[in-house]
């Protein structure tokens, strides 16, 4: 079956024309660069998105923490991601890159800090 | 008065961009005044990813490539920044007067670079007519409401105009659980982005009405609803496509305008429709010694390219006040 | 307790006769039933302080008009700090033909009382009005005709009569009235509160208060005008307040100098049947900027930054300010449409008349507090005292909204004033106001109110109860 999908690797957007059988990829055309072929397989067997959300904090200088997996989780976890992060509240200084939780949902991922803050 | 060599209005990416081009460019001293008690301006509530990648070759997210920035800009002895300071004048022989917490201060700039960014147009500005209730956001400020200080402001919402901010909310509302039932675009296409119409409306099965506009919002205290309505080419209603969608929020997200108010004030010439500075230039305006860049010198669709002309604006400065590197 | 006097209604009527009460050895009681003064017919105000014109000589809103501008200029401005400007009026013609209707408009103002008015041709205006088009051919010029913030003016009222005794009770919507030995028991907000003697200002819903009292003498029929507010850049757009020729039913479109600096462009006139209808049309903007391109034709749509439609309550042509014999100890001011906002000082005077001739006996208290210190406003002083303020009070230095320029000191003192609404700050203290309408400063006006109201987040509403901004917080 084929189908078109818009690379959402950068702002560039290509338009990427997939036949795939089910979830296996069977070939890919429109796009300018690899990551746009890579992105089409993963689209087609396992869609996968970065969250990026805030985290309350406690004594830090601002009321949220900006934060984010480090890398993509499967897209159907993302509200089970966001249940779980709604429980977590940052207490102690951070820079951009600080683990907040390692090993996020056992996705084999970390959520990590995207700014520095300090003690209020 | 004390006299600086070169002083910088906003501490967003295009005012840090800017400082440390200037300073690359053998610039000894610069102040850099920030309104807010961070730097970082409004990428720091821009927490959703697409920052860096033709600056720094990777994706980061807002807060990330500020964060970046600031650090260099911290680093730096030659830049002197002063946090919740509000630039309040500004004359033609660079005269800059700012408001901080205690203190009416006056500066001699040598030079002056506005990076004062953009402010969103509003409802008001379309216009959308009908009721004035509470519910109703330009949705850079619900972005800063549910990043930056976790309130949530609704349960049902409806964006009208697909820019990218009001995509990335569409997106963002969603994760947070409010129903997001559509985005209203007049246009035929959307203004944003494709990745953001694939990531922020595809992947949560928003639907994009676009050729339509909202012809009324209804609700007395709180927003109940607007009536949506198909239009023509020459944007008229067409007859007989209304209908109406019940919400409790209105997030408006029609377009941004640059900053201008302290460059008018120094006498600078601004087009009256853009109210971006007249200049045959990027970064230049028409007061001699005074430059404009990132989103107050045009509305630019990547910060990349906010950095990238912003560093000009540094060097240009550097140029106008006659030094070069050490 | 059995007060002397409820005083049911907020607006600048209510506001003004609970002022002049309050001169007086008398427990007054002010009700409103929204959350702050001034959030009905008032806040959509024009802020017009009219000279007197445009009214039959033989009307009572014509000398109250005249008698109330007096008021304003000879007193009130200065004692409670309003910020009143005396810009003057032109009523301006398109046709030579006209004239003859702007003599009429002479000699009835004249007849009123109205002093200095001068028919004046286009030369006299080319010096004065540059943005003047071209179809104009002459004026009326009215000299003491002015401008001033209407809600700031309620407020102050309000303030000043808090200040000398009156107590006043918002969120408080009459919805039962009878009548006891004593006077009248007036049900509103839950509470019950007795009296000898009740003022009906309740503006639109007027007619209904006086018929819960028992005298339904009269209806209230809403009146809706849009207006629409010009961005501050266009503040010199015009000197003066610009009529064209009044119609029957209105004064027209007018180009209007605010106390702000925006100029406003408005209002519309049309009857509706819904008293809380106060939604703005496409055909309303048409309307609008096609009369107000007729006076100045720079008036460019993109000039807009704000819009709102206000209702004027009216009853008939005139004022209804009456003892109501059927009902007594029953005071009614209603049916105060324009020129309401000049005449309000006129109307207290008159209704504490009115109490005084049935039987209320008025006693000047020892200690009267006249004046009322005028509220900060950074936009309106220049910097070096800016330096003054700052240096005794680091927060005025502390700016929350940059577009009109209001640093945290004043919103903080708008709410140790009263506000309890994002509205209430936005009326008090411009924050919000302007271009960006709150884009930057409405998250940081809401942090200090929830400091120093101690609410929570979700608590805080736009203009009262049921305008809640925020459903849900993350803590």
């Known amino acids: 079956m084929k189908r078109l999908m818009t690379c959402i690797e950068c702002p560039q957007g290509c338009r990427l024309e997939v036949e795939a059988d089910g979830t296996r990829l069977i070939s890919v055309t429109g796009y300018k660069c690899k990551r746009g072929q890579a992105y089409a397989r993963q689209e087609t067997e396992a869609p996968s998105r970065t969250l990026t959300t805030s985290v309350l904090t406690r004594g830090l200088e601002l009321k949220m923490l900006p934060v984010r997996t480090s890398k993509p989780i499967p897209r159907e976890k993302l509200f089970a991601a966001m249940e779980a992060v709604k429980r977590i509240v940052v207490t102690s200084p951070v820079k951009a890159g600080s683990v907040i939780a390692p090993d996020f949902l056992g996705l084999g991922v970390d959520l990590v800090a995207c700014r520095r803050l300090e003690k209020a | 008065m004390k006299e600086r060599q070169l002083v910088i209005v906003g501490g967003g990416p295009a005012g840090m961009a800017a400082a440390l081009a200037a300073r690359g460019a053998g610039v000894s001293d610069v102040l850099l005044l920030e309104r807010d008690q961070h730097l970082g301006g409004i990428l720091n509530q821009c927490i959703h990813p697409g920052f860096g990648l033709h600056h720094f070759k990777e994706e980061l997210t807002g807060p990330e490539y500020a964060d970046r920035f600031a650090a260099r800009v911290r680093g730096d002895a030659g830049i002197e920044v002063s946090l919740r300071s509000f630039a309040v004048r500004l004359t033609p022989d660079r005269r800059v007067s700012f408001l901080r917490p205690g203190a009416l201060e006056e500066v001699k700039a040598g030079a002056v670079i506005l990076a004062t960014g953009c402010r969103e147009r509003t409802r008001e500005m379309i216009p959308i007519p009908g009721s004035r209730p509470a519910g109703v956001y330009p949705a850079g400020l619900a972005q800063k409401m549910v990043n930056m200080e976790g309130w949530i402001p609704g349960r049902e919402a409806v964006v009208v105009g697909s820019g990218d901010i009001g995509l990335i909310m569409a997106r963002r509302m969603a994760l947070e659980g409010v129903k997001v039932k559509a985005v209203i675009e007049i246009q035929k296409t959307s203004r944003g982005l494709v990745r953001n119409v694939v990531q922020c409306l595809e992947d949560f099965g928003i639907p994009l009405y676009l050729g339509h506009k909202v012809a009324r919002i209804t609700g007395r205290d709180r927003v109940e609803g607007v009536d949506v309505v198909k239009v023509d080419e020459r944007f008229a209603e067409v007859p007989g496509s209304a209908f109406s969608l019940a919400c409790d929020t209105v997030l408006v997200s029609v377009g941004l305008i640059p900053e201008n108010e302290l460059l008018e004030m120094a006498g600078g010439e601004i087009d009256r429709r853009t109210n971006a500075p007249v200049a045959p230039e990027v970064n230049l305006t028409s007061v001699p010694g005074v430059f404009a860049c990132g989103n107050a010198c045009k509305v630019y669709d990547l910060a990349d390219w906010v950095t990238r002309d912003s560093e000009l604006a540094g060097r240009l400065a550097a140029e106008y006040l006659g030094v070069s590197p050490a | ?475």
Not at chain 3, 209 to 221: K, Q, Y
Request: with cysteine; charged share 25%; net charge neutral.
């Open chain 3, 1 to 475: 307790m059995v007060r002397d006097v409820i005083i049911v209604g907020a607006g600048v009527t209510g506001a003004a006769i609970a002022r002049e009460l309050s001169r007086y050895r008398l427990s007054v009681l002010l009700l409103e039933k929204e959350a702050e003064p001034a959030f009905g017919v008032s806040k959509s105000n024009s802020g017009i302080i009219h000279a007197g014109t445009q009214n039959p000589p033989s009307s009572l809103k014509g000398w109250l008009c005249v008698e109330g501008n007096r008021l304003l200029r000879e007193e009130l401005a200065w004692d409670l700090g309003l910020d009143f400007a005396r810009c003057g009026q032109l009523i301006v013609v398109f046709d030579a033909a006209d004239l003859p209707e702007l003599e009429k408009i002479k000699r009835e103002g004249e007849a009123l009382g109205v002093k200095d008015l001068q028919i004046v041709d286009r030369r006299w205006l080319d010096a004065r009005e540059p943005n003047l088009g071209p179809e104009v051919k002459a004026a009326l010029y009215v000299p003491s005709a002015g401008i001033i913030s209407p809600y700031r003016f309620v407020y102050a009222l309000v303030e000043n009569a808090v200040k000398n005794g009156v107590q006043l009770r918002t969120s408080s919507r009459v919805t039962a009235v009878s009548r006891s030995e004593e006077g009248f028991e007036v049900t509103a907000g839950g509470q019950v509160w007795r009296s000898r003697w009740l003022v009906n200002a309740a503006g639109l819903y007027a007619d209904e208060v006086s018929a819960l009292a028992g005298a339904p003498t009269f209806t209230i029929s809403p009146r809706k005008g849009e207006e629409y507010l010009l961005d501050k850049k266009r503040e010199h757009l015009a000197n003066h307040i610009i009529f064209p020729l009044p119609s029957a039913t209105s004064k027209g479109v007018l180009i209007i100098k605010t106390s702000d600096g925006n100029p406003m462009i408005g209002p519309t006139a049309h009857d509706t049947p819904d008293k809380e209808d106060l939604s703005t049309t496409d055909e309303g903007l048409a309307e609008v900027l096609a009369g107000a391109r007729r006076m100045m034709p720079s008036v460019d749509r993109s000039d807009i930054i704000a819009y709102f439609a206000g209702l004027r309550p009216a009853s008939g042509k005139d004022f209804i300010i009456r003892h109501e014999d059927s009902v007594p100890g029953l005071v009614n001011a209603a049916g105060i449409q324009s020129p309401g906002l000049t005449s309000a000082p006129a109307i207290a005077v008159m209704v504490a008349d009115i109490l005084k001739k049935r039987g209320l006996e008025l006693v000047p208290k020892a200690e009267f507090h006249r004046l009322r210190p005028r509220p900060v406003h950074l936009f309106q002083i220049p910097l070096e005292e800016t330096r003054r303020l700052i240096e005794k009070d680091p927060a005025y230095g502390d700016i929350v909204c940059r577009c009109e320029l209001v640093s945290a000191q004043e919103v903080r003192d708008a709410v140790k004033h009263g506000a309890r609404t994002l509205d209430g700050v936005k009326f008090r203290t411009r924050a919000q106001a302007g271009r960006c309408h709150g884009g930057f400063c409405t998250t940081r006006i809401m942090k200090i109110m929830q400091e120093e109201l101690g609410l929570r987040v979700t608590d805080i509403t736009k203009r009262g109860p049921g305008s809640e901004l925020i459903k849900e917080e993350r803590k």
